[in-house]
């Protein structure tokens, strides 16, 4: 049974040094009647049980290094160590945010540089980093639109138009900024129903918010009719850069008539992912929409590096100071190393690794749209349902063959579907034993349904109990 | 150069595989017009000429090499040589959110232990996995309130939270037309509480208080809480979590939210981020909390496990009925605070607290006594306070930087009217010999 490292406490025991008190520090006291009286109760514990305590909880987890990791819509390429390495550098991490701008040139490059970049791949002008985080980074977009229509004095709209196949933080983010969504349906081949889009969009449109390729993986052949609709009646374009990494230095958002995107770095700059984070969303716009980009910003004058804390037009502050600076100077390097050239090689990969795993798993699974896909694509699971099988099950049971499982029931309007991204990173002979391990499975279904009903059976734990967890929740230790 | 495996070789049998003669077929749904032509030459750099550059953009930095004092929301502390350690892990670092409990037993039991030990700082009921920042979360929490009190649209904020933050919360609140009262600060930095009790009232869903404020004032938080509870809005407050080492817990001073950033623990300055947010509410709350929530529960046959729980609050499952839009979050950075907490413990976060405390009293007891230097004297501080010179910033600024110190933060940039003033953080990582250093120099600018 594990435990957790306040259960391993042992009275008395530390692991903390701490720089030696001169007498002149420790004959000062701190106000008594404001003291802490109420226990701290952290664990007592020494530095050996501590890494080893980590080192169990490692062996407990399983990352892109350890495992195939085909997670849709994720993005989980490799995570170049370089990256690492020079994150780390005491020049950078020693910089503080508030630092004079003189002393942190280093930085301020590296920042204009990227949006340099990013607006290049992006067909942009202008952006900015300070965004944490792709959702954070959506609401900082929509949050632009809105400065935009309050400037032209286009009160009356207050709708945000976004397809039932989104990411849930598009109608999320838009809640959040207090418009009302209107989901736009998805026709037989996967792409916008654009009859429905036309019917849907009016003077009260605000925007749309799309990601291209689409959540099943497809791009939309008719981007610039969507594009055309939505502006001609004054709505604006946000482009959900989560699926950004097939189009690299293939198309460009910008091209495609859009106003204002994000990127996730986490997925196609390979910042690592962490565990959940943390990430970072740069902003980027059209010259629209560029007065309204939040700040700080930074400037080059006069061959210097400047910051602009303020704005008159734009929409203020998203994040305490830069945004995540050691995220994004990671994914500055990622982009250099690639450069114009290995970036476009990126989204081909990207392309051809997915559309093969997809012809040798369409033997086995249900391919609900057959044209070719981007970097992912969708398959159902349904035809082992009489069997009692469902996609959860198939997931499970990859984890057993050291498969980390795609993303399931996503997207929502697909059934029983599994989202299969397999990122420009993986040999072909890692999509070939994925596909041989789905053979077995798919074996194993017709053979002995219990067996992957039960999966998996080989982790540190079996299924958990979800519906007790959220009906009796424990969530700290007591 | 790239990292991708597949070669000329292994693409020509996939191409066939798919039954198309090049990529560029398979691209097909991307009108004509909008295709790129492929860049030409390749303009990459090898492994090591990435780290030269980026070598080379690390030496345009000078900062390192001055003895600062800036804080402001981000301090200097010692990060434990076992945090980067720990964090580099490659289970840790390059696995996603835990979508798949049972090989994500590791993440997960770190994020129940984070929860639990903000609640153990904080005294507090529930924490979630974390949050972007500390402005973040104090916008979350103000939304948080309004979502408990759907019959209320306005909050009250005190002036002295830090202007970042408070930036923040107007940016996500503005959309909801929320009604936003700011509590100004007295002269010596505290909160005028004559203004609270007019402006927090019946129709005030929360009061936000920080803790220590922006200069470095502890507040008197519990008069604060005790008056909002009579017109039952919450109280939030938001504290460098170090302070709770000494002073009392958001708990005992009446806090219905706490809110912070917990960078002081185990994440270097990195020029602002990452950093890791963090809130914490009361048990009655946890319905309306944002973000991730991991629960421990039991698997199939009865061993311990945790996962992702009270989903219903969550984008991928609600949309645009979730508590927030947060997806990614900070877990890694959640790490990192995590392993910091756990290596100072129990009694080495109090001690780690109080030398903070110690050392800034030191130097504020050495500079007081300093002809035109003011430093007042009626509020209770904990590693951060406003010194006051009798020259304008820019010239003592311009004096100590000649002596290789970034004295603190000019506050004039955040007060026009504070044109002699610098904030300055004391930390652990002071010895007396550079505080006795910048004594010096101040005297001499005296």
Redesign the interface.
């Known amino acids: 049974m594990t435990k957790t490292i306040f259960e391993k406490s042992q009275v008395d025991q530390h692991a903390y040094s701490l720089p030696k008190d001169a007498p002149e520090f420790t004959e000062i006291h701190p106000p008594e009647k404001l003291l802490r009286h109420s226990t701290l109760n952290l664990p007592e514990i020494s530095e050996i049980d501590l890494t080893r305590h980590f080192s169990e909880l490692a062996r407990r987890n399983a990352g892109i290094d350890n495992i195939f990791y085909p997670l849709g819509s994720c993005t989980m390429k490799l995570n170049p160590r370089v990256n690492e390495l020079c994150a780390a550098f005491p020049g950078f991490t020693r910089t503080h945010p508030l630092a004079p701008e003189d002393s942190v040139q280093g930085n301020l490059q590296i920042i204009e540089e990227l949006i340099e970049i990013l607006c290049k791949v992006s067909g942009m002008t202008a952006g900015s980093l300070t965004a944490n985080a792709g959702a954070q980074a959506e609401f900082v977009g929509i949050r632009m639109i809105a400065a935009y229509h309050a400037k032209h004095g286009d009160v009356k709209r207050t709708e945000i138009l976004i397809p039932d196949n989104a990411h849930g933080t598009n109608p999320a983010t838009a809640a959040m900024a207090v418009y009302k969504i209107v989901s736009i349906r998805t026709n037989a081949h996967g792409d916008m129903d654009l009859d429905h889009l036309r019917e849907s969009v009016s003077e009260r449109t605000a925007g749309l918010m799309l990601t291209n390729p689409n959540t099943l993986g497809l791009f939309s052949p008719v981007i610039l009719e969507i594009a055309k609709i939505v502006h001609e009646h004054g709505g604006l374009l946000y482009y959900d850069g989560a699926n950004l990494n097939p189009m690299l230095n293939v198309v460009r958002p910008g091209d495609m008539e859009f106003d204002v995107m994000h990127i996730n770095l986490h997925k196609t700059f390979s910042t690592p992912h962490g565990g959940g984070g943390p990430g970072s969303g740069p902003v980027l716009c059209n010259d629209k929409l560029k007065a309204f980009l939040p700040v700080p910003r930074v400037e080059k004058r006069g061959g210097k590096y400047q910051i602009l804390w303020k704005d008159a037009e734009s929409i203020g502050n998203i994040s305490s100071f830069h945004g995540n600076f050691a995220i994004y100077l990671r994914a500055y390097l990622y982009a250099k190393l690639h450069g114009h050239f290995g970036m476009r090689r990126i989204a081909e990969q990207a392309v051809l690794n997915a559309n093969y795993l997809k012809v040798k798993i369409g033997k086995l699974l249900t391919v609900p749209f057959p044209q070719p896909c981007m970097h992912e694509f969708v398959v159902q699971a349904d035809k082992y349902l009489d069997k009692g099988v469902s996609a959860l099950d198939i997931a499970k049971r990859l984890l057993d063959y050291g498969v980390h499982a795609p993303t399931i029931y996503f997207p929502l309007i697909v059934k029983e579907c599994l989202l299969i991204e397999p990122t420009e990173s993986e040999s072909k002979a890692t999509l070939d034993r994925f596909v041989e391990i789905m053979t077995i499975i798919v074996g194993e279904i017709e053979s002995n349904p219990e067996l992957v009903k039960s999966a998996p059976h080989t982790m540190a734990v079996s299924r958990l109990d979800e519906v007790g967890a959220a009906k009796k929740p424990i969530l700290k230790h007591v | 150069?790239?990292?991708?495996?597949?070669k000329e070789t292994?693409?020509k049998?996939?191409?066939q595989?798919?039954?198309?003669k090049t990529?560029e077929?398979?691209?097909?749904?991307?009108?004509k017009e909008?295709?790129?032509a492929?860049?030409?030459?390749?303009?990459?750099?090898?492994?090591y000429e990435?780290?030269k550059?980026?070598?080379?953009?690390?030496?345009?930095?000078?900062?390192?090499q001055?003895d600062?004092y800036?804080g402001?929301?981000?301090y200097?502390h010692h990060v434990?040589a076992?945090v980067?350690?720990?964090c580099?892990?490659?289970?840790?670092?390059?696995?996603?959110?835990?979508?798949?409990?049972?090989?994500?037993?590791?993440?997960l039991?770190?994020i129940?232990?984070f929860?639990?030990?903000i609640?153990?700082?904080t005294?507090m009921?529930?924490?979630n996995?974390?949050l972007?920042?500390?402005?973040?979360a104090c916008a979350e929490a103000m939304?948080m309130a309004l979502r408990c009190h759907k019959e209320r649209n306005k909050v009250v904020i005190a002036e002295s939270l830090?202007p970042?933050?408070r930036?923040?919360v107007?940016?996500?609140l503005?959309?909801?037309q929320t009604q936003i009262e700011v509590i100004p600060f007295l002269k010596d930095g505290r909160l005028d509480m004559d203004r609270m009790k007019q402006l927090v009232d019946d129709k005030t869903a929360a009061v936000l208080i920080p803790y220590p404020n922006f200069f470095g004032v502890?507040e008197d938080v519990k008069k604060v809480s005790e008056y909002a509870k009579k017109v039952e809005a919450l109280t939030v407050v938001c504290a460098n979590p170090l302070v709770?080492?000494?002073?009392?817990?958001a708990?005992?001073i009446g806090a219905d939210i706490a809110v912070g950033?917990g960078q002081p623990f185990g994440l270097?300055?990195?020029?602002?981020?990452?950093?890791?947010g963090y809130i914490a509410c009361k048990q009655e709350l946890?319905r309306q909390l944002p973000g991730?929530?991991?629960?421990?529960?039991?698997?199939?046959?009865n061993?311990?496990?945790?996962?992702l729980?009270?989903?219903?609050r969550?984008?991928?499952?609600?949309?645009?009925?979730?508590t927030?839009?947060?997806?990614?979050?900070?877990?890694?950075?959640a790490?990192a605070c995590l392993?910091a907490?756990?290596?100072?413990?129990?009694?080495?976060?109090?001690?780690?607290a109080?030398?903070n405390?110690?050392?800034a009293?030191?130097l504020k007891?050495r500079l007081q006594v300093i002809p035109g230097v003011k430093i007042q004297e009626s509020a209770?501080y904990f590693n951060e306070f406003v010194v006051e010179f009798s020259q304008p910033i820019d010239q003592v600024l311009a004096y100590f930087r000649k002596h290789h110190i970034?004295p603190g933060?000019d506050l004039s940039?955040y007060f026009h009217e504070m044109d002699h003033h610098l904030l300055v953080a004391v930390t652990?990582?002071k010895?007396?010999k550079q505080l006795d250093h910048y004594v010096l120099i101040a005297g001499e600018l005296g």
Request: aromatic letters at 10%.
């Open positions: 150069m790239d990292f991708i495996s597949n292994q693409n049998e996939m191409l595989a798919i039954g198309v990529v077929e398979l691209f097909f749904a991307v009108p909008l295709r790129l492929s860049p030409k030459a390749d303009d990459g750099l090898s492994e990435g780290i550059l980026m070598e080379a953009l690390a030496a345009k930095n000078t900062f390192p001055f600062h800036l402001a929301g981000a200097d434990p076992i980067g350690a720990v580099s892990k490659s289970e840790f670092l390059t696995s996603y959110t835990p979508y798949q409990p049972e090989t994500s037993q590791g993440m039991q770190i129940f232990e929860q639990s030990a609640c153990a700082l005294g009921d529930i924490s996995a974390s972007y920042d500390g402005s973040s939304l830090h970042h933050y930036t923040v107007e940016q996500y503005i959309s909801h502890i709770y080492g000494l002073y009392e817990s708990a005992e950033d270097p300055l990195q020029y602002g981020g990452p950093y890791v946890v991730r929530i991991v629960g421990e529960t039991v698997d199939t046959e061993r311990r496990g945790f996962v729980t009270l989903q219903a969550e984008q991928h499952i609600r949309r645009e009925k979730a927030s839009n947060i997806c990614t979050n900070q877990a890694l950075a790490l392993t907490m756990l290596w100072y413990g129990k009694e080495g976060v109090k001690k780690l109080l030398t405390y110690q050392r009293a030191y007891k209770v970034e933060v940039r652990e990582t010895s007396k």
